[in-house]
């Protein structure tokens, strides 16, 4: 009879641990590569354009609806460059810009600084624990994401100083109106 009850507790406990694991994650969260890096410089140091004003940007879909999201642009005037974040679509909003930075752990919530227009990230200052968050607003409900971009200084053969910026990850949680922290991924 004690054989018979620890089989049958045996097998319960392995099935309540395959139920466990096929438990669908609150987030979605999704890694980036090399085609989401920005530089204006080709792998020998050389600059890509010689104009005045440059531009490169990226776009990318944050809760993996297939539309683009947010596009990163890192921009460069007279050797100057800083990181816009541009919000691609009205019901989009961008926190944890200049002046309301996000480290890993703050709280992304309504009562944070949120911004609809185009606005600066960062301007020149190399970072790697500093998040965007983003809100995703419908008729019915608010949802809330993050994107981990890194901004690193380079110097080229040419003695020139300039960054990379890249999209390392970013994160959506599918629960309506659930706050959630920068860098949370469950």
């Known amino acids: 009879m004690k054989k018979l009850l620890l089989v049958a507790l045996v097998g319960l406990l392995l099935t309540s641990c395959e139920k466990d694991e096929n438990v669908e994650s609150d987030f979605i969260v999704k890694e980036y590569g090399d085609d989401f890096v920005l530089d204006f410089y080709d792998v020998r140091g050389t600059r890509l354009s010689d104009s ?3 531009e490169l940007g990226v ?3 944050i809760n993996n609806d297939k539309v683009d999201d947010v596009m990163i642009c890192l ?3 007279s050797g100057w460059e800083s990181v816009l974040c541009v ?3 009205p019901k989009i909003t961008i926190g944890g810009l200049c002046g309301f930075i996000m480290h890993s752990g703050d709280i ?5 600084h949120w911004e609809s227009e185009n606005n600066y990230w960062r301007d020149s200052n190399p970072v790697s624990d500093e998040y965007l968050a983003v809100k995703f607003e419908t008729d019915t409900s608010v949802n809330y994401g993050w994107i981990l971009p890194l901004m690193e200084p380079h110097y080229t053969y040419q003695h020139d100083y300039h960054h990379t910026v890249s999209i390392v990850k970013t994160a959506y949680c599918k629960t309506n109106g659930k706050a959630i922290f920068a860098g949370q991924e469950e």
């Not at 992304?108 to 944070?112: H, K, R, S, V, Y």
């Open 87 to 89: 919000p691609l679509s």
């Open 75 to 77: 921009k460069q005037r």
């Open 52 to 54: 005045k004003m440059v």
């Open 59 to 61: 776009s990318i879909d």
């Open 108 to 112: 992304i919530c309504d009562t944070i």
